[in-house]
């Protein structure tokens, strides 16, 4: 594989290549993923490793590190009114849809002989991170902000990753991991890495499976770095280049107030997410509090070539939300339930016989409510 940056068309061989472009400084994705080829799939393989003949992160004789992640549930239900299939990858081994990306990152990493990594996390990627850090027997430092929720905190430090909490607002995490890197550490991010990426993608896989064939017409994802939701749209594109489905799906990109670059810079008609600094927020969707998406431009494109829109909820909707869906045997953390306000929302552009997917994407025990 070769990876390239989609804005300045960089490109260096994966085993060699920088985490951000040297020209534009932005994240890198992954080219010449082997053609998705429906006679590759393997059933006996765990989860999403089905399609590992698609996902070439595996030195010849290394050991797959897999806790069974993947293949989640897809479930049909009715909400506002509008049917829906939930894709529930909050029932993933660490209970978010990031061990699609980071299950993928860590078997790539391992395999270049990593033997320790670190990360910033508003939680769940660092939960990920730690659990699949100790599957694969190797070190992981995690660094929070000191306002993370604490049962997020908890299982990182469960698995046996050190944990560092950082006061401040979440950009602060970052910069302090940027800060304490050091020789025989690798910075394995969660937002920039193209094995990450990569992983995503299967989400679109699953539901062409799922599906029987065919995929939704919309795709309705909650963002903040954006990786599910830009993984996803890459997974169709890569079907569709595949030569396994004849139309993409309308991508819907949705934000909690007061954090919403994303639905600012596209609603202004901007090709890139405008930086504006602000002092911690406590909200309730932590999961998707994110200022600089750093794949901004990929996913601002993602929206338009799709035909898609990004919308923003407020908390008071997502509280209302989150309690509706667990009336309906439905537990995710806030952030997730932001798709269903979403839905409301979406209802009158959404035609009677359109097929409607929601992505769920963290466990309700990440963020339980208090009783």
């Not at 209302?320 to 439905?330: E, F, L, P, S």
Request: include cysteine.
């Amino acid at each position: 594989m070769i990876a390239y940056c989609p804005s300045s068309n960089f490109s260096a061989p994966a085993e060699a290549s920088p985490l951000r472009c040297p020209i534009t400084g932005e994240p890198l994705e992954y080219r010449g993923v082997p053609l998705f080829d429906p006679d590759l799939i393997d059933p006996s393989r765990p989860g999403h490793w089905r399609y590992q003949a698609m996902l070439p992160v595996l030195q010849p004789g290394q050991e797959l590190i897999t806790l069974g992640e993947g293949w989640t549930p897809l479930i049909h239900d009715v909400w506002a009114g509008i049917p829906v299939h939930w894709k529930f990858d909050a029932l993933m081994p660490s209970g978010s849809y990031k061990d699609r990306g980071i299950s993928v990152m860590i078997n790539w990493l391992v395999g270049q002989g990593v033997r320790e990594v670190m990360d910033d996390s508003s939680g769940n990627a660092g939960a990920s991170i730690a659990c699949y850090a100790a599957r694969a027997g190797i070190k992981a430092r995690i660094f929070v902000p000191a306002s993370a929720p604490e049962p997020k905190k908890a299982q990182i430090a469960v698995y046996g990753a050190e944990l560092v909490e950082v006061p401040g607002p979440r950009r602060a995490a970052t910069q302090a991991v940027e800060a304490s890197q050091h020789a025989g550490a690798v910075y394995a991010s969660h937002a920039w890495h193209p094995a990450c990426l990569l992983g995503f993608m299967t989400s679109a896989w699953e539901l062409w499976e799922q599906l029987d064939g065919r995929v939704p017409d919309w795709f309705v994802a909650p963002c903040g770095y954006g990786g599910l939701f830009l993984g996803a749209w890459r997974g169709f594109q890569h079907l569709y280049e595949s030569g396994m489905i004849q139309r993409l799906p309308r991508m819907v990109a949705v934000q909690a107030e007061p954090i919403t670059p994303i639905v600012d810079a596209f609603h202004a008609g901007a090709d890139r997410v405008a930086l504006r600094p602000r002092a911690a927020v406590s909200t309730l969707t932590d999961g998707i509090a994110v200022e600089n998406p750093v794949r901004g431009r990929s996913i601002l494109s993602a929206l338009r070539r799709s035909g898609g829109t990004a919308i923003a909820v407020t908390e008071e909707e997502v509280v209302r939300a989150h309690a509706g869906m667990a009336t309906r045997g439905i537990f995710v953390e806030p952030t997730s339930a932001t798709v269903a306000v979403a839905l409301e929302k979406l209802k009158p552009s959404i035609a009677p016989d359109d097929l409607v997917v929601a992505a769920l994407t963290g466990h309700g025990l990440k963020k339980p409510p208090v009783i």
